[in-house]
């Protein structure tokens, strides 16, 4: 799992009420445990609100979104949650890991990847079931490996995969490092990966959607920060900086 720590300075805010009870702080720490396909968008959010809100200091972990969810259930202190896909955002509000519904704040679809320069000369998802090619795609557990499943099956395609990755970074690293001859990815990290990997066009990608919900944990240590979280990711500026990284938003 990796964790990428945007620390903004903390000054003391204090809001005095005419002779009232002081006013909870709008900050503090947050912890934040997220998909992995979600590290370039959220680490720019992460500057935003270090530049918005200089009180809250937020800690981004990144990882498979089940292995996430594991750990959350085992007790891994976290104040927010964002999945990959819905189904394993169901099995945290189905142990009562969830303070409240979790919302969907974006969508990804997969894309078939290549190396620079397509050295397999890969034109299409049939070819990820030729022996010659090295072929990686994420294990079945994890979320993109969901999706590549389905995907594969409503092209009536038998993938011969040589390496099955805990996440989508590790399929995308396969590719930028000559690795792998072509993958499945999302889109948005392909975007991400610029000009390391090629995206060939297949019609049946778009026949698989993942859904991405976020949510404030239940043991959350810090319930008003996180929600200060949740609230930036769902709106303008989480569409914004979502949208730039070729996620589809609401």
Do not use: W
Not at 60 to 77: K, T
């Amino acid at each position: 799992m990796r964790g990428v720590r945007l620390v903004s300075v903390l000054a003391a805010a204090i809001i005095v009420t005419g002779c009232a009870d002081d006013e909870p702080e709008r900050g503090g720490e947050v912890t934040v445990l997220a998909a992995a396909s979600l590290t370039e968008p959220f680490e720019a959010l992460g500057e935003r609100l270090a530049e918005d809100y200089p009180d809250l200091d937020v800690t981004f972990s990144f990882g498979p979104s089940s292995g996430l969810v594991e750990q959350v259930i085992a007790g891994a202190p976290a104040d927010v949650l964002a999945t990959a896909n819905t189904v394993t955002m169901d099995n945290a509000t189905a142990a009562g890991m969830l303070a409240a519904e979790p919302q969907v704040f974006a969508r990804n679809q997969l894309a078939l990847a290549v190396p620079a320069g397509n050295p397999g000369e890969v034109t299409g998802l049939v070819d990820l079931a030729r022996g010659e090619l090295r072929i990686a795609l994420c294990e079945p557990h994890v979320p993109c490996g969901a999706a590549t499943a389905a995907l594969l099956d409503a092209a009536g395609v038998d993938a011969a995969a040589d390496t099955l990755t805990t996440d989508v970074k590790e399929t995308v690293a396969l590719l930028t490092l000559g690795e792998a001859d072509a993958g499945l990815i999302y889109r948005t990290d392909a975007v991400a990966a610029d000009d390391a990997v090629e995206m060939v066009e297949v019609a049946e990608s778009d026949s698989v959607v993942n859904d991405y919900p976020i949510g404030v944990l239940a043991e959350a240590r810090n319930p008003e920060g996180a929600q200060m979280v949740v609230d930036a990711v769902v709106g303008e500026l989480g569409r914004d900086v979502l949208g730039e990284a070729g996620f589809l938003v609401p």
